[in-house]
């Protein structure tokens, strides 16, 4: 997870136990379409859309205007076993206690960047995190009559405006600063609707705005065939409001790397890596500590270029939870690529799948006590971009 997502586990205290999309958001695609299918290795990848996120990427691209675009089609699937438990503690069964699937767009990114001999400037807008989860279940009592039936709808989307600048000296060394203001709303609406008609239904809405800034600085080393950078984020002036009242958040700095390899093969092979690490637990919100654990994610990729300028891609990332280990989430990559003179089309796929244990909690959503849940859920995106050089 990046940094500005790394302050959302705190916006909402309702959803104790619910996917960490809730706290987190999901990241979005803020590289091309091309670093989707390399385990979303943004720190490595040369598009203006990554050159945001670290400014001396900006370098490697080619001379001229480039534009590129990122966008993807999201399927996300989620089941709820429910355990039952005797008075000894005894597992005494098993049932569903919901299944739910949401097929959904997810906004990537657009930007443009122009390089004219050593300064390169990219800028542009990019969906740096999401928020969509849908759940609807019955509630039955303990007879497995149906009592009430309860949805959750959460949606929203964290914008990143930016701006970033790169210069190059002695050929090797590129130097380059940036910064971003980030904007975005996140709603939620839980509701309870009983059958007997003299209960008291829930309808539960809370929308919550969030506004920050982001200061970033970056190196990048390029030595024959093997490219280098490292770099940091800073959160600045992090902020939700809700119903008028302004809350302030506590982000940390976010420590990234990246680097590409060429070994010069007859498949024109590309490696790259990315690694970051972020101090998530000094998260707080107003003087109120979040009660997180610092954490770190990589990923890694290789493409070959095919006969007909096919590109094939595969790859893998790992992000660490800074809630749970539970919680850590692995996602398998793969895409291909098409050039055509000055245009390039990439697709990717990516798979995310996760298991953890949810016992009961003060929040969302209710089951029955003393019960808990298993919950399996998976992620697959499918990434589509475009980019021109003219």
Same mark, same amino acid.
């Given at each position: 997870?990046?940094?500005?997502?790394?302050?959302?586990?705190?916006?909402?205290?309702?959803?104790?136990?619910?996917?960490?999309?809730?706290?987190?958001?999901?990241?979005?695609?803020?590289?091309s379409a091309g670093a989707a299918g390399m385990g979303n290795t943004v720190y490595a990848d040369v598009s203006p859309q990554a050159a945001l996120q670290n400014p001396?990427?900006?370098?490697?691209?080619?001379?001229?205007?480039?534009?590129?675009?990122?966008?993807?089609?999201?399927?996300?699937?989620?089941?709820?076993?429910?355990?039952?438990?005797?008075?000894?503690?005894?597992?005494?069964?098993?049932?569903?206690?919901?299944?739910?699937?949401?097929?959904?767009?997810?906004?990537?990114?657009?930007?443009?960047?122009?390089?004219?001999?050593?300064?390169?400037?990219?800028?542009?807008?990019?969906?740096?995190?999401?928020?969509?989860?849908?759940?609807?279940?019955?509630?039955?009592?303990?007879?497995?009559?149906?009592?009430?039936?309860?949805?959750?709808?959460?949606?929203?989307?964290?914008?990143?405006?930016?701006?970033?600048?790169?210069?190059?000296?002695?050929?090797f060394l590129s130097i380059g600063a940036g910064g971003s203001f980030v904007t975005g709303t996140r709603s939620m609406d839980h509701e309870i609707n009983f059958v007997?008609?003299?209960?008291?239904?829930?309808?539960?809405?809370?929308?919550?705005?969030?506004?920050?800034?982001?200061?970033?600085?970056?190196?990048?080393?390029?030595?024959? /065939?093997?490219? *280098?950078?490292? %770099?940091?984020?800073?959160?600045? @002036?992090?902020? +939700?409001?809700?119903?008028? =009242? $302004?809350?302030?958040?506590?982000?940390?700095?976010?420590v990234r790397a990246g680097i590409r390899y060429l070994p010069g093969n007859r498949l024109m092979s590309l490696f790259a890596a990315d690694l970051w690490w972020s101090?998530?637990?000094?998260?707080?919100?107003?003087?109120?500590?979040?009660?997180?654990?610092?954490?770190?994610?990589?990923?890694?990729?290789?493409?070959?270029?095919?006969?007909?300028?096919?590109?094939?891609?595969?790859?893998?990332?790992?992000?660490?939870?800074?809630?749970?280990?539970?919680?850590? /989430?692995?996602? *398998?990559?793969? %895409?291909?690529?098409?050039?055509? @003179?000055?245009? +390039?089309?990439?697709?990717? =796929? $990516?798979?995310?799948?996760?298991?953890?244990?949810?016992?009961?909690?003060?929040?969302?959503?209710?089951?029955?006590?003393?019960?808990?849940?298993?919950?399996?859920?998976?992620?697959?995106?499918?990434?589509?971009?475009?980019?021109?050089?003219?």
């Open positions: 997870m990046g940094i500005t997502a790394g302050g959302m586990i705190i916006l909402l205290a309702l959803s104790g136990g619910l996917p960490e999309v809730l706290w987190l958001g999901d990241e979005g695609f803020p590289g001396a990427i900006a370098s490697l691209l080619p001379e001229g205007f480039t534009v590129g675009a990122t966008g993807a089609l999201v399927l996300d699937i989620e089941k709820r076993t429910r355990r039952v438990y005797d008075s000894f503690g005894g597992v005494v069964g098993e049932s569903e206690h919901s299944f739910n699937q949401n097929f959904h767009p997810l906004p990537g990114a657009v930007s443009l960047s122009w390089k004219q001999g050593n300064l390169a400037i990219a800028a542009g807008w990019r969906a740096v995190s999401t928020f969509g989860y849908a759940y609807s279940r019955v509630m039955n009592d303990g007879d497995y009559v149906k009592v009430a039936e309860e949805t959750l709808d959460v949606s929203g989307m964290l914008s990143d405006f930016g701006l970033s600048a790169a210069w190059t000296q002695w050929e007997d008609p003299t209960a008291a239904d829930v309808d539960t809405e809370i929308e919550t705005d969030i506004s920050g800034i982001v200061a970033r600085g970056s190196a990048l080393i390029s030595y024959g /065939r093997v490219s *280098f950078a490292a %770099g940091i984020e800073q959160p600045l @002036d992090w902020k +939700t409001e809700v119903q008028s =009242v $302004s809350t302030d958040l506590t982000l940390p700095m976010t101090a998530t637990e000094s998260v707080e919100t107003g003087d109120l500590d979040a009660a997180m654990r610092n954490s770190w994610g990589f990923g890694a990729g290789v493409e070959n270029t095919l006969p007909g300028n096919t590109i094939g891609r595969v790859g893998f990332e790992y992000d660490s939870s800074p809630i749970v280990g539970a919680l850590d /989430r692995m996602k *398998f990559t793969t %895409g291909l690529g098409w050039a055509v @003179d000055d245009i +390039t089309v990439d697709a990717g =796929v $990516s798979f995310s799948p996760v298991r953890w244990d949810q016992y009961q909690v003060d929040g969302l959503p209710s089951f029955t006590p003393g019960d808990s849940l298993v919950v399996e859920s998976s992620r697959t995106a499918f990434t589509l971009g475009i980019a021109k050089t003219f």
